[in-house]
Nanobody, 115 residues
Framework: QVQLVESGGGLVQPGGSLRLSCAAS????????IDWYRQAPGKQHELVAT???????NYPDSVKGRFTISRDNAKNTVYLQMNSLKPEDTGTYYC?????????WGKGTLVTVSS
């Protein structure tokens, strides 16, 4: 059973930074893509970052230039560096790994941006 475990969430002031981690229970080479999603209270999941097995990254306009996704293959971990955080970035952040057509989700980590 593949497991993904997120960590690094917390309370941060507007303009601050956080780095989230998504640790996999197996080699992340087995995932064709790994994504970060977020879900704000009362809203649907929103894709915020993608990294492929080739290292290609993609972001929606809402976070482009502020968020950076990266992968450490040796540690089987994917990171999401979030800078210049805004109150609208508040939500639970989940990572999702796609392997052989199956998506694996972590349980999420809560990010609250508030003064």
């Amino acid at each position: 059973q593949v497991q993904l475990v997120e960590s690094g969430g917390g309370l941060v002031q507007p303009g601050g930074s956080l780095r989230l981690s998504c640790a996999a229970s197996r080699s992340i080479f087995g995932f064709s893509t790994i994504d970060w999603y977020r879900q704000a209270p009362g809203k649907q999941h929103e894709l915020v970052a993608t990294v492929t097995n080739y290292g290609t990254t993609n972001y929606p306009d809402s976070v482009k230039g502020r968020f950076t996704i990266s992968r450490d293959n040796a540690k089987n971990t994917v990171y999401l560096q979030m800078n210049s955080l805004k109150p609208e970035d508040t939500g639970t952040y989940y990572c999702n790994g796609l392997a052989s057509g199956v998506g694996y989700w972590g349980k999420g980590t809560l990010v609250t941006v508030s003064s």
